[in-house]
Antibody
Framework: QITLKESGPTLVKPTQTLTLTCTFSGFSLSTSGVGVGWIRQPPGKALDWLAFIYWDDDKRYSPSLKSRLTITKDTSKNQVVLTMTNMDPVDTATYYC??????????????WGQGTLVTVSS | EIVMTQSPATLSVSPGERATLSCRASQSVNSNLAWYQQKPGQAPRLLIY???TRATGIPARFSGSGSGTEFTLTISSLQSEDFAVYYC?????????FGQGTKVDIK
Protein backbone atom coordinates (compact mmCIF):
# COMPACT_ATOMS: atom_id res chain seq x y z
CA GLN A 1 0.00 0.00 0.00
CA ILE A 2 1.46 3.33 -1.11
CA THR A 3 1.02 6.31 1.18
CA LEU A 4 2.51 9.80 1.24
CA LYS A 5 2.26 12.45 3.93
CA GLU A 6 3.36 16.06 3.94
CA SER A 7 4.76 17.84 6.97
CA GLY A 8 6.06 21.29 7.67
CA PRO A 9 5.05 24.68 9.05
CA THR A 10 1.52 25.94 8.65
CA LEU A 11 2.57 29.58 8.88
CA VAL A 12 5.63 31.32 7.48
CA LYS A 13 6.52 35.00 7.31
CA PRO A 14 7.18 36.85 4.07
CA THR A 15 10.80 36.51 2.86
CA GLN A 16 11.32 33.35 4.92
CA THR A 17 12.25 29.97 3.46
CA LEU A 18 9.68 27.18 3.50
CA THR A 19 10.82 23.61 4.06
CA LEU A 20 8.34 20.79 3.45
CA THR A 21 8.93 17.09 3.91
CA CYS A 22 7.11 14.27 2.16
CA THR A 23 7.39 10.95 3.98
CA PHE A 24 6.27 7.97 1.96
CA SER A 25 5.88 4.22 2.25
CA GLY A 26 4.99 1.29 0.03
CA PHE A 27 7.57 1.93 -2.67
CA SER A 28 11.24 2.75 -3.13
CA LEU A 29 12.62 5.90 -4.71
CA SER A 30 15.48 3.74 -5.95
CA THR A 31 13.22 1.87 -8.37
CA SER A 32 13.64 2.80 -12.02
CA GLY A 33 10.91 5.12 -13.28
CA VAL A 34 9.73 6.26 -9.86
CA GLY A 35 9.49 9.88 -8.83
CA VAL A 36 8.09 11.95 -5.98
CA GLY A 37 7.28 15.61 -6.12
CA TRP A 38 5.16 18.57 -5.21
CA ILE A 39 2.05 20.26 -6.51
CA ARG A 40 0.40 23.23 -4.88
CA GLN A 41 -3.07 24.75 -4.96
CA PRO A 42 -3.87 28.29 -3.81
CA PRO A 43 -7.29 28.57 -2.13
CA GLY A 44 -10.02 28.29 -4.75
CA LYS A 45 -7.53 27.99 -7.61
CA ALA A 46 -6.06 25.34 -9.87
CA LEU A 47 -3.29 22.83 -9.34
CA ASP A 48 0.25 24.04 -9.98
CA TRP A 49 3.06 21.55 -10.69
CA LEU A 50 6.19 22.60 -8.75
CA ALA A 51 9.01 20.06 -8.75
CA PHE A 52 9.78 16.35 -8.93
CA ILE A 53 12.78 14.21 -8.13
CA TYR A 54 13.37 10.82 -9.71
CA TRP A 55 15.01 7.53 -8.91
CA ASP A 56 18.22 8.52 -10.71
CA ASP A 57 18.37 11.87 -8.84
CA ASP A 58 17.13 13.77 -11.89
CA LYS A 59 15.31 16.88 -10.77
CA ARG A 60 12.70 18.88 -12.66
CA TYR A 61 11.33 22.26 -11.70
CA SER A 62 8.57 24.61 -12.72
CA PRO A 63 10.34 27.17 -14.94
CA SER A 64 8.58 30.10 -13.27
CA LEU A 65 9.71 29.04 -9.78
CA LYS A 66 12.98 27.31 -10.54
CA SER A 67 15.15 29.99 -8.95
CA ARG A 68 13.33 29.59 -5.62
CA LEU A 69 12.95 25.80 -5.41
CA THR A 70 15.23 22.99 -4.34
CA ILE A 71 14.13 19.36 -4.14
CA THR A 72 16.16 16.60 -2.53
CA LYS A 73 15.63 13.01 -1.49
CA ASP A 74 16.76 10.75 1.32
CA THR A 75 16.17 7.26 0.02
CA SER A 76 17.10 5.60 3.31
CA LYS A 77 14.47 7.63 5.17
CA ASN A 78 11.86 7.46 2.39
CA GLN A 79 11.63 11.24 2.36
CA VAL A 80 11.62 14.03 -0.19
CA VAL A 81 12.23 17.60 0.91
CA LEU A 82 11.19 20.76 -0.92
CA THR A 83 12.57 24.16 -0.02
CA MET A 84 11.10 27.38 -1.38
CA THR A 85 12.92 30.63 -0.69
CA ASN A 86 11.65 34.17 -0.35
CA MET A 87 8.06 33.25 0.49
CA ASP A 88 5.33 35.75 -0.37
CA PRO A 89 1.62 35.88 0.53
CA VAL A 90 0.81 34.71 -3.02
CA ASP A 91 2.52 31.42 -2.13
CA THR A 92 -0.26 30.67 0.34
CA ALA A 93 -1.58 27.31 -0.80
CA THR A 94 -2.17 23.69 0.01
CA TYR A 95 1.00 21.80 -0.88
CA TYR A 96 0.62 18.19 -1.99
CA CYS A 97 3.24 15.56 -2.56
CA UNK A 98 2.57 12.83 -5.09
CA UNK A 99 4.05 9.64 -6.54
CA UNK A 100 4.70 9.02 -10.21
CA UNK A 101 5.95 5.97 -12.03
CA UNK A 102 6.57 5.67 -15.74
CA UNK A 103 9.10 5.66 -18.54
CA UNK A 104 11.78 8.21 -17.66
CA UNK A 105 9.60 9.27 -14.74
CA UNK A 106 6.80 10.60 -16.94
CA UNK A 107 3.42 9.34 -15.87
CA UNK A 108 0.15 10.00 -14.17
CA UNK A 109 -0.01 10.93 -10.47
CA UNK A 110 -1.68 7.90 -9.01
CA UNK A 111 -0.97 8.52 -5.34
CA TRP A 112 -1.25 11.79 -3.45
CA GLY A 113 -0.71 12.93 0.09
CA GLN A 114 -3.51 14.62 1.99
CA GLY A 115 -1.92 18.04 1.52
CA THR A 116 -0.75 20.65 3.96
CA LEU A 117 -1.97 24.24 4.03
CA VAL A 118 0.81 26.81 4.24
CA THR A 119 -0.13 30.40 4.96
CA VAL A 120 2.31 33.23 4.31
CA SER A 121 1.62 36.17 6.54
CA SER A 122 3.43 38.54 8.85
CA GLU B 1 5.74 24.84 -21.50
CA ILE B 2 2.58 23.12 -22.70
CA VAL B 3 -0.57 25.05 -21.83
CA MET B 4 -3.67 23.02 -21.00
CA THR B 5 -7.02 24.73 -21.50
CA GLN B 6 -10.22 23.26 -20.10
CA SER B 7 -13.77 24.14 -21.03
CA PRO B 8 -16.23 25.04 -19.81
CA ALA B 9 -15.13 26.56 -16.51
CA THR B 10 -18.41 25.48 -14.94
CA LEU B 11 -20.87 22.85 -16.11
CA SER B 12 -24.33 22.67 -14.57
CA VAL B 13 -25.87 19.23 -14.93
CA SER B 14 -28.85 17.44 -13.45
CA PRO B 15 -28.31 14.08 -11.72
CA GLY B 16 -28.63 11.25 -14.22
CA GLU B 17 -27.62 13.44 -17.15
CA ARG B 18 -24.46 13.16 -19.24
CA ALA B 19 -21.53 15.54 -18.72
CA THR B 20 -18.87 16.24 -21.33
CA LEU B 21 -15.70 18.07 -20.33
CA SER B 22 -13.02 19.24 -22.75
CA CYS B 23 -9.28 19.72 -22.47
CA ARG B 24 -7.02 21.15 -25.15
CA ALA B 25 -3.22 21.12 -25.24
CA SER B 26 -1.18 23.89 -26.86
CA GLN B 27 0.88 21.22 -28.63
CA SER B 28 0.55 17.50 -29.08
CA VAL B 29 0.90 15.38 -25.95
CA ASN B 30 0.11 12.12 -27.77
CA SER B 31 -1.96 10.13 -25.25
CA ASN B 32 0.00 11.31 -22.22
CA LEU B 33 -3.05 12.84 -20.59
CA ALA B 34 -4.66 12.22 -17.20
CA TRP B 35 -7.91 13.35 -15.61
CA TYR B 36 -8.36 13.96 -11.88
CA GLN B 37 -11.39 14.56 -9.71
CA GLN B 38 -11.17 16.82 -6.69
CA LYS B 39 -13.80 17.32 -4.00
CA PRO B 40 -13.65 20.13 -1.43
CA GLY B 41 -11.02 19.57 1.21
CA GLN B 42 -9.63 16.49 -0.52
CA ALA B 43 -6.59 15.69 -2.60
CA PRO B 44 -7.13 15.06 -6.30
CA ARG B 45 -7.99 11.50 -7.29
CA LEU B 46 -6.77 9.92 -10.51
CA LEU B 47 -9.65 8.95 -12.80
CA ILE B 48 -8.15 8.39 -16.24
CA TYR B 49 -4.63 7.97 -17.58
CA UNK B 50 -3.28 7.37 -21.05
CA UNK B 51 -6.21 9.55 -22.20
CA UNK B 52 -8.68 6.66 -22.00
CA THR B 53 -7.72 4.08 -19.36
CA ARG B 54 -9.70 4.12 -16.15
CA ALA B 55 -7.67 3.99 -12.96
CA THR B 56 -8.25 1.22 -10.45
CA GLY B 57 -11.68 1.36 -8.86
CA ILE B 58 -13.08 4.08 -11.13
CA PRO B 59 -16.67 3.39 -12.24
CA ALA B 60 -17.41 2.64 -15.87
CA ARG B 61 -19.57 5.77 -16.19
CA PHE B 62 -16.30 7.71 -16.49
CA SER B 63 -14.65 7.54 -19.89
CA GLY B 64 -11.88 9.44 -21.61
CA SER B 65 -11.08 9.93 -25.26
CA GLY B 66 -8.83 11.88 -27.57
CA SER B 67 -5.19 12.15 -28.51
CA GLY B 68 -2.79 14.80 -29.71
CA THR B 69 -4.26 18.11 -28.59
CA GLU B 70 -7.99 17.44 -28.00
CA PHE B 71 -9.35 15.38 -25.13
CA THR B 72 -12.73 14.67 -23.59
CA LEU B 73 -13.89 13.31 -20.25
CA THR B 74 -17.44 11.98 -20.29
CA ILE B 75 -19.52 11.07 -17.28
CA SER B 76 -22.39 9.08 -18.72
CA SER B 77 -24.94 9.47 -15.94
CA LEU B 78 -24.04 11.87 -13.16
CA GLN B 79 -24.35 10.60 -9.63
CA SER B 80 -24.47 12.85 -6.57
CA GLU B 81 -20.89 11.95 -5.68
CA ASP B 82 -19.63 13.14 -9.08
CA PHE B 83 -20.24 16.82 -8.43
CA ALA B 84 -16.68 18.07 -8.09
CA VAL B 85 -13.88 19.84 -9.94
CA TYR B 86 -12.10 17.97 -12.72
CA TYR B 87 -8.56 18.66 -13.92
CA CYS B 88 -6.64 17.43 -16.91
CA UNK B 89 -2.85 17.08 -16.85
CA UNK B 90 -0.31 16.35 -19.53
CA UNK B 91 2.70 14.21 -18.72
CA UNK B 92 4.26 14.28 -22.16
CA UNK B 93 7.08 16.47 -20.93
CA UNK B 94 8.17 18.79 -18.14
CA UNK B 95 6.69 20.77 -16.50
CA UNK B 96 3.72 18.42 -16.36
CA UNK B 97 1.06 21.08 -16.55
CA PHE B 98 -2.54 21.05 -15.39
CA GLY B 99 -5.59 22.69 -16.86
CA GLN B 100 -7.53 25.30 -14.93
CA GLY B 101 -10.29 22.87 -14.03
CA THR B 102 -13.97 22.39 -14.79
CA LYS B 103 -16.42 22.55 -11.93
CA VAL B 104 -19.40 20.25 -12.34
CA ASP B 105 -22.27 21.44 -10.22
CA ILE B 106 -25.90 20.60 -9.72
CA LYS B 107 -28.36 22.20 -12.11
Amino acid sequence: QITLKESGPTLVKPTQTLTLTCTFSGFSLSTSGVGVGWIRQPPGKALDWLAFIYWDDDKRYSPSLKSRLTITKDTSKNQVVLTMTNMDPVDTATYYCAHVEGPEGLGELNYWGQGTLVTVSS
Amino acid sequence: EIVMTQSPATLSVSPGERATLSCRASQSVNSNLAWYQQKPGQAPRLLIYGASTRATGIPARFSGSGSGTEFTLTISSLQSEDFAVYYCQQYYNWPQTFGQGTKVDIK
